[in-house]
């Protein structure tokens, strides 16, 4: 891992600022919605070996091909069209292409000195479409910075004979996760997002990171941290139930707490609706489309996913509504419908002064 990036001298423009105070004023107002999938969208573009490389990446010395962050690289165009798709579809945010843009992901691809570059111009795409949507009809569009989760984790071992291995550090994840949330911001990213987290010590040292460089900036920027629950357990990969997790998260101040993939929206609706009754912010979703089939696609409807996300809304659950695996603009569009008109979640408030902890599981003392 190459030593920490000097942040730079950023500042929150005023137009930025603008944003950021619009983006309060609609989330208090109505239900937001996120746009659905990428890779899924990227997929059907039947890139090449040639194609992910692009004319810069020519002679790059390993293979590139499934490296879809490196496209805002060498296929703008391409990340741009499915921006535009789901802008259009009637998304208020619109999440930039850099799930694996993070030093520790790309360095699958010996690219780990090109993250940072990923992530600004993955943003800066993300950015000129926002901006061109609100031109054309002058609601406001938000640019979400994506950050998943890379593909290690500090608290799980890579070997099963071996319980105390780790393949990454938490300071390794704070840099990385750090660096790329500098690329983002510089790009113009409005939010932020941690999203699939499944180990919660990786989302942790992501917070830190991201605290950091606030800190250094003298600003913050709204940040989403969304947690991911693998089966009907209702426990993260980590093994933290979701009280846990929230317990693990709050003090990070999230400007909205999240669920995505993993589950259908069949499957999410409990754990969507625990989380309402517990977070003291708002709450946003993003399922996938059901669950994957045998040929691992997914066969979950338009007008099937809207129904189930139409009614967690009616139910009261919902700020943020979204769509993950599987998904694509038809889904955002159906989603759009179902959700106008309906009022935004009341965010609860718990005044009671008690210490809350969480391990695997969550502890309450004092009332």
């Avoid at 659905?36 to 890139?47: D, F, K, P, S």
């Avoid at 780990?112 to 949507?133: H, L, Q, S, T, V």
Wanted: aromatic share 6%; net charge negative.
């Amino acid at each position: 891992m190459s030593p920490v990036t000097a942040a730079p001298a950023l500042s929150l423009s005023t137009a930025a600022a603008d944003r950021i105070e619009a983006l309060h004023l609609a989330l208090a107002e109505r239900i937001l919605v996120l746009d659905g999938a990428w890779g899924t969208l990227i997929q059907g573009y039947r890139l090449d070996e040639a194609g992910f490389r692009g004319e810069r990446f020519r002679d790059w010395p390993v293979d590139l091909k499934g490296d879809t962050d490196l496209l805002n690289l060498t296929r703008p165009d391409i990340v741009r069209e499915i921006h535009d798709r789901y802008l259009d579809a009637g998304a208020d945010i619109t999440s930039t292409n850099t799930f694996t843009a993070t030093r520790i992901a790309q360095a699958d691809y010996r690219l780990e000195d090109y993250a940072r570059e990923i992530n600004r111009e993955g943003a800066r795409i993300a950015r000129e479409a926002a901006d061109a949507a609100t031109a054309r009809d002058g609601r406001p569009r938000w640019v979400a910075g994506s950050l998943g989760p890379t593909n290690r984790a500090a608290s799980i071992s890579p070997d099963v004979n071996d319980p105390g291995a780790r393949n990454t550090t938490f300071d390794e994840l704070r840099e990385a996760y750090r660096d790329a949330a500098i690329g983002l911001l510089e790009g113009g990213a409005d939010i932020l997002v941690v999203e699939t987290i499944f180990d919660t010590l990786n989302g942790k040292a992501a917070i830190f990171g991201i605290d950091e460089l606030f800190e250094e900036l003298g600003y913050r920027v709204p940040l989403i941290l969304s947690g991911t629950i693998v089966d009907a357990s209702g426990r993260t990969l980590s093994g933290q139930t979701l009280e846990a997790f929230w317990i693990s998260i709050r003090h990070a101040r999230p400007f909205a707490v999240s669920l995505n993939c993993s589950l259908g929206p069949e499957q999410l609706r409990a754990y969507v609706g625990e989380l309402s009754r517990m977070a003291d912010v708002p709450v946003a979703a993003y399922p996938n489309a059901g669950l994957p089939n045998e040929f691992g696609g997914y066969d979950e409807t338009p007008e099937q996913m809207a129904a189930s996300l139409g009614a967690w809304a009616r139910d009261g659950l919902l700020n943020i509504a979204g769509s993950c695996c599987g998904s694509g603009p038809d889904h955002t569009r159906a989603i759009v419908a179902a959700v106008r008109g309906v009022p935004p979640r009341r965010i609860p408030t718990d005044e009671r002064h008690v210490m809350r902890l969480s391990g695997l599981e969550a502890v309450e003392v004092g009332a």
